[in-house]
């Protein structure tokens, strides 16, 4: 039996390591996924599975340790860059830059909370209760990124002693983190006096007044002199309208119009619009007439339908919706763009990104030829490109190390493994087309390579954080890591909330997912999910998830090299 002693007990073996991390990480997800009152911590019980492994004595060599540590957070940090860059600078409307404003706000909120805990309640001469307050507040928010920017920081702080286990703040904090933002959110219901059932009739009567959901179907002579030698496109541009012109006659034969189609007063064309917009284009073109030209029968292999219809031609890398002229040219409009998951506002200046999945709308025969300009193949999709991943770690890895000296700091400031990286995966997966480097990966590919770097980090800094976990949280200051992280959680939702609904009337659910996304909590996102009918609360959480991710991390950097050194 000495040799299945030895597989656990023997640290420098390969072997050893690979149950210690395959016990600790199926541990942690297993029990993450036990639920108490409808809300589990998910795989973020892997930390607490690598501190109970740890403070047993079953840990692993530091250097080995370390090195999974760091290779995991620069995984995940990078998939997170290459899922969000698409979108990072496309959420930025006009409702979205309020969005990501009171996101910003409420980052501000909890890094302010953080310092004045830590004046009001620690001593501020122990330079160990600053970072540990920093593991509180990434415990408090629900985000794993910045524990791993700050620990990864306070590498080259504390270069020449003991870096402090903030880990052990960020276990403290977490479980009341995730219950303190439902709980808190749910708080600005009654706060503001909101109804969910008004708060849903505002979110229909919206949806109602939709021009994509509801098309009107028209023939029109053209009696307007304005419009004779008019090309189909000028048309657009006067009536500042979506109108599809499916057919014209005109001399005698019907054809279908295109961008560069001219119009002559006498002419009938099948107009396709929004039913409000259907006066205004009449009083502008001419009346509707009963066009005998227009058969029964084409009208039936010609119905409106809506698609969804994936980009996997590499032709349409980084092209611009505005400029393929959908609504002109193919006769559709684009309602809706999905990427990784996240649903993205269609504005004419979307760059497209092969793997996106977009809703057309519009006759069954032009969507039809819009799928073959897209590709619309899932086969295409199916081969990952690994290339791209790597090439992106080496660079961000680069980018990352590059030393910054700021008078005044005691180490040089660095991106380092979570900034650099981060940055880069960003950066070319919103302008990686430019050198015809493809970044897609499937949504569930995208999330396996995640999860694995997730996994490895939060074990490594579980078992690292173990040996010490009794002495800094049960026989020290936990319950004051507990408390401050339960303030560092609730007073900034309660107060950037507020504002949101009594000044902004954002929607209850927007707001929901705005929280959601600004503290990176995917449980708050699913809460919203279940007790909304539309998807609002996605919405809200994708249009400030990337800033919000970004920032998490880069303040986490910059609080330790500015403070804590």
């Known amino acids: 039996m000495d040799w299945l002693i030895n597989l656990f007990t023997v640290q420098d073996s390969i072997a050893h390591i690979v149950i210690l991390y395959s016990i600790v990480i199926a541990l942690g997800v297993y029990l993450g996924k036990i639920k108490v009152g409808g809300i589990s911590l998910g795989v973020t019980f892997v930390l607490f599975a690598g501190i109970l492994a740890g403070h047993f004595g079953f840990t692993g060599p530091l250097p080995t340790l370390n090195f999974l540590q760091d290779f995991g957070l620069i995984l995940f940090v990078f998939m997170i860059g290459l899922q969000v860059g698409p979108g990072f600078f496309e959420n930025f409307g006009r409702a979205g830059i309020k969005l990501n404003m009171l ?16 004046y009001l309640f620690f001593d501020t001469t122990d330079p160990v209760n600053l970072p540990m307050m ?24 504390f270069a020449n002693g003991e870096v402090p286990a903030i880990a052990s703040g960020y276990a403290c904090a977490y479980p009341l983190g995730v219950l303190g933002i439902i709980g808190a959110t749910l708080a600005i219901k009654y706060i503001c006096g909101i109804s969910f059932e008004k708060e849903e009739e505002r979110l229909q009567a919206k949806e109602d007044k939709n021009p994509h959901e509801k098309p009107h179907f028209m023939t029109l002579r053209v009696q307007n002199e304005f419009i004779a030698g008019r090309k189909l496109v000028q048309l657009n541009e006067f009536l500042k309208r979506d109108i599809v012109c499916t057919r014209l006659y005109h001399d005698g034969h019907v054809s279908t119009p295109n961008r560069d189609t001219t119009f002559e007063v006498g002419d009938e064309v099948f107009i396709v619009c929004a039913s409000d917009d259907a006066e205004a284009i009449k009083s502008f073109i001419g009346p509707e007439v009963k066009a005998s030209w227009v058969e029964q029968k084409e009208k039936e292999v010609q119905p409106m339908v809506s698609r969804r219809i994936v980009v996997t031609s590499s032709k349409m890398n980084g092209k611009t919706l505005g400029k393929m002229h959908f609504s002109s040219v193919y006769g559709v409009n684009i309602t809706r763009i999905t990427r990784q998951g996240m649903e993205i506002f269609a504005s004419r200046n979307h760059h497209f990104h092969v793997g996106d999945r977009i809703m057309v709308v519009g006759p069954e025969e032009n969507v039809n030829r819009v799928a073959e300009l897209m590709g619309n193949s899932e086969r295409h999709l199916n081969a990952p490109n690994i290339a791209t991943i790597f090439v992106g770690i080496i660079v961000g890895i680069i980018f990352g190390s590059l030393p910054l000296a700021i008078p005044g700091i005691p180490a040089p400031l660095k991106l380092g493994l979570a900034g650099g990286p981060l940055i880069i995966a960003i950066l070319i997966g919103r302008f990686g087309y430019r050198m015809k480097l493809v970044t897609y990966t499937t949504t569930s590919a995208n999330m396996m390579l995640r999860e694995i770097g997730l996994v490895l980090f939060l074990a490594s800094v579980g078992i690292k954080a173990g040996a010490g976990f009794w002495d800094t949280v049960i026989a020290g200051d936990g319950l004051k890591y507990v408390g401050t992280g339960f303030l560092i959680t609730i007073i900034p939702i309660l107060i950037v909330g507020t504002i949101a609904r009594m000044k902004y009337n954002f929607n209850y659910f927007t707001i929901m997912g ?11 996102l699913a809460y919203a999910n279940n007790i909304c009918s539309h998807d609002t609360p996605a919405i809200g959480y994708s249009t400030v998830y990337p800033l919000s991710m970004f920032l998490r991390i880069f303040t986490a950097q910059i609080i330790v090299l500015f403070f804590c050194g």
């Open 103 to 118: 996101s910003i706000v409420a980052i501000l909120l909890n890094i302010g909370m953080m310092f004045g805990c830590y």
């Open 134 to 157: 920093v593991g509180t507040l990434y415990g408090a928010v629900t985000n794993t990124p910045g524990l791993g920017a700050a620990n990864e920081a306070l590498e080259s702080v």
């Open 514 to 524: 705005m929280i959601a996304g600004t503290y990176t909590d995917p449980p708050a």
